[in-house]
T-cell receptor, first 111, second 118 residues
């Protein structure tokens, strides 16, 4: 099935560093979402973006909905150990429709 | 309130056995989605319901997969004659999905059922 292109696949960073990851698609989405998944758990919604160009923050997390509607990025500032996990981007066509996910970015934080 | 719950959390089946996976959505959520997540991959859509109506089942990989939501709340995903390639985590998500406001379309996931077919 269709999946978004998410990069990088994995990151190893020092505690306190900033992190940036992005997601691109060959097709347009009207909503972009970012989820975090811990081992053995389901994805947890972090940020949802509804308008092209929108920049939204949630604590140390900031995400942007690309102008072309074909990309999005997520930044994490001042990383801490509990940021460890897999981050997924997801696109949604409109309304109450299924999500299309990227393959994930695995984040490891070195204390 | 309670989130999405799924049971069992883990299931081991011998090849050829039938399995049934259950999802309890958040109370009052109209829409329910099933996704399959292979190891090292992102979730992939299987099927979804609005109340008891199955609106899209285009993601079901074969006719061995069947989902139902007879009373518009709890849903069951059934896999008949399981094969090794069915081994994956099966995730359920629900959303309010009732009006045009975008917030009510946000999907909340359960912990998943890890299915291993031996």
């Amino acid at each position: 099935g269709q999946q978004l292109n998410q990069s990088p696949q994995s990151m190893f960073i020092q505690e306190g560093e900033d992190v940036s990851m992005n997601c691109t698609s060959s097709s347009i989405f009207n909503t972009w979402l970012w989820y975090k998944q811990d081992p053995g758990e389901g994805p947890v919604l972090l940020i949802a973006l509804y308008k092209a160009g929108e920049l939204t923050s949630n604590g140390r997390l900031t995400a942007q909905f690309g102008i072309t509607r074909k990309d999005s990025f997520l930044n994490i500032s001042a990383s801490i150990p509990s940021d460890v996990g897999i981050y997924f981007c997801a696109g949604q066509d409109s309304g109450n429709t299924p999500l299309v996910f990227g393959k994930g970015t695995r984040l490891s934080v070195i204390a | 309130g309670a989130g999405v719950s799924q049971s069992p959390r883990y299931k081991v089946a011998k090849r050829g056995q039938d399995v049934a996976l259950r999802c309890d959505p958040i109370s009052g959520h109209v829409s329910l989605f099933w996704y399959q997540q292979a190891l090292g991959q992102g979730p992939e859509f299987l099927t979804y319901f609005q109340n008891e109506a199955q609106l899209d089942k285009s993601g079901l990989p074969s006719d061995r997969f069947f989902a139902e939501r007879p009373e518009g709340s709890v849903s069951t995903l059934k896999i008949q004659r399981t094969q090794q390639e069915d081994s994956a985590v099966y995730l359920c998500a629900s959303s309010l999905g009732m009006t045009s406001a975008p917030l009510i379309y946000e999907q909340y996931f359960g912990p998943g059922t890890r299915l291993t077919v031996t």
